[in-house]
């Protein structure tokens, strides 16, 4: 007997899901909440967004939302996937300067959450803080082909590296820039056209 769908509130969703993987059910709970089947996720009992390419649980219930983060261009196929959220974009920051050195990376989810793991140390010692964590962030965004786009800046003292990591499939146009200060700053990359 296949499961039963509900709302977040608990109302029961009336939709035939006779169907072999969660991909094809998504779609017919979109259709019967007539929106976009890019928006809608369902997620199992315990929580996590089951996958696109996953077989239909065999459980009573699952729950089906509605993602208003989620840009048009953004893939139906829950493709790319980090602790069982959908991952929207990753930014690495790098810092060096008289007071250390740091390096981080938060990933950005399409529900508007984000999680962040990094490496730090200051002038007293090192101090690791989710060092795997930060090496797995980054090999994951790079399996998944995700697009970088960097961004130097430098001034007396110090420098820094931001680089936004996008998926393939994000339209947004990028220019290549140059900008200096009157205080020795000097910024040179890549940033989203206006």
Same mark, same amino acid.
């Given at each position: 007997?296949?499961?039963?769908?509900?709302?977040?509130?608990?109302?029961? @969703?009336?939709?035939?899901?006779?169907?072999?993987?969660?991909?094809?059910? /998504?779609?017919?709970?979109?259709?019967?909440?007539? @929106?976009?089947?890019?928006?809608? /996720?369902?997620?199992?009992?315990?929580?996590?967004?089951?996958?696109?390419?996953?077989?239909?649980?065999?459980?009573?219930?699952?729950?089906?939302?509605?993602?208003?983060? &989620?840009?048009?261009? $953004?893939?139906?196929?829950?493709?790319?996937?980090?602790?069982? /959220?959908?991952?929207?974009?990753?930014?690495?920051?790098?810092?060096?300067?008289?007071?250390?050195?740091?390096?981080?990376?938060?990933?950005? $989810?399409?529900?508007?959450?984000?999680?962040?793991? %990094?490496?730090?140390?200051?002038?007293?010692?090192?101090?690791?803080?989710?060092?795997?964590? $930060?090496?797995?962030?980054?090999?994951?965004?790079?399996?998944?082909?995700?697009?970088?786009?960097? @961004?130097?800046?430098?001034?007396? %003292?110090?420098?820094? @590296?931001?680089?936004?990591? &996008?998926?393939?499939?994000?339209?947004?146009?990028?220019?290549?820039?140059?900008?200096?200060? %009157?205080?020795? /700053?000097?910024?040179?990359?890549?940033?989203?056209?206006?």
């Amino acid at each position: 007997m296949p499961p039963i769908v509900r709302l977040p509130s608990g109302e029961p @969703l009336c939709v035939d899901l006779s169907v072999a993987c969660v991909g094809e059910a /998504r779609k017919h709970v979109a259709k019967a909440l007539d @929106l976009p089947a890019g928006t809608v /996720r369902l997620l199992s009992p315990d929580g996590p967004v089951l996958g696109d390419s996953e077989q239909l649980p065999q459980t009573e219930e699952l729950t089906a939302v509605a993602l208003s983060g &989620v840009p048009p261009w $953004y893939p139906e196929a829950s493709e790319y996937l980090h602790q069982g /959220r959908e991952v929207l974009r990753a930014v690495e920051e790098q810092y060096a300067g008289r007071g250390g050195w740091e390096k981080k990376v938060d990933i950005h $989810y399409t529900d508007g959450t984000s999680s962040s793991f %990094g490496v730090w140390r200051s002038g007293g010692g090192e101090a690791l803080r989710s060092e795997r964590q $930060y090496m797995e962030a980054l090999e994951l965004m790079e399996s998944w082909g995700f697009v970088p786009h960097a @961004l130097e800046s430098k001034w007396p %003292g110090g420098r820094s @590296l931001r680089r936004e990591l &996008v998926p393939i499939e994000d339209p947004a146009d990028w220019e290549s820039f140059t900008s200096m200060t %009157g205080a020795g /700053r000097v910024q040179k990359g890549e940033r989203r056209r206006q």
